[in-house]
């Protein structure tokens, strides 16, 4: 690997949303790896200071840490603001951060339903707004969902989750035409199976019946999902837009 390609992302400042834990800390790693400022924005306080903390080690000053409820659209309009103000512009935004309350459809509270809804859904539409002005304006940018394949083949007690999920494809493409024309690419990647603490507490039974299904026969790593995510943010996929790249081991195909 030539030099080069380990600073594809130097002077350019990304935003990574659930980037606290599992497969967002890993996006910001890479992202910091290869030379980008990050936003790092987590629920807690907690583990957006630790991501933060982690990438301030690697390289001084090229983190920040915020911490928001991003189902909350005006807290999420002021952060992106402050985001904004504090790094001065904003290339690639990963919408990541995400929740799941599985229950039957017979059973789902509407709590459960709108959490899920409002958290990976809106969520990612109320981030998009806060930043694509600004991105409208620098006349670049690139934009990418963590959808799930979940959003292509639904999943029993998950109609929540897998709703959110589909809309993310929608929404994806719909701001891929959107914005085009502002050379901003938008596109979203559907990891398949990761272990996280979003998954590390399914059964072994749930566990083993995945993977039984899972072609190349192993769970994905939140770095398989980094690796996508960064080939999309960078220069060598500004001309693919409003994709869904899967990153399943050949779940679906
Ligand atoms: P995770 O380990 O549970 O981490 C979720 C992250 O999202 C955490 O950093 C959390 O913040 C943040 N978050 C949750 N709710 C939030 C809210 N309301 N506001 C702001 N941040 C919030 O999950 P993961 O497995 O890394 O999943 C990341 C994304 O990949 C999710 O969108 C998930 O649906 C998707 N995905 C995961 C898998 C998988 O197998 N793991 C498969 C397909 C898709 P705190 O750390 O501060 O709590």
Redesign the pocket.
Known sequence: MKDDDLIKFEDQVAIV?????????AIALRFANEGARVAC????E???KKIAGEINALRANSAKPY?????DHAAVQKIGAQILADFGRADILIN?????RDALAMRMSLEDWDRVLN??LR?AFSFSQAIIRAMTKQRSGRIIS?????GLMGNAGQTN?AAS?AGLIGLTKSLARELASRNITVNAV??????????VGLSDEIKNTIHAKIPLGR??T?ED?AAAVAFLASPEAGYITGQVLCVDGGIVM
């Open positions: 949303t659930g980037a606290g834990r599992g497969i967002g800390r924005v987590s629920r807690t907690q583990n957006a911490a928001v409820d991003i189902a990541n951060a995400g929740v799941t958290t990976n969520g963590i959808s799930s394949v979940i989750y999920k559907a990891p398949g199976f990761v272990i996280t603490d979003m998954t769970t994905g939140p999902i």
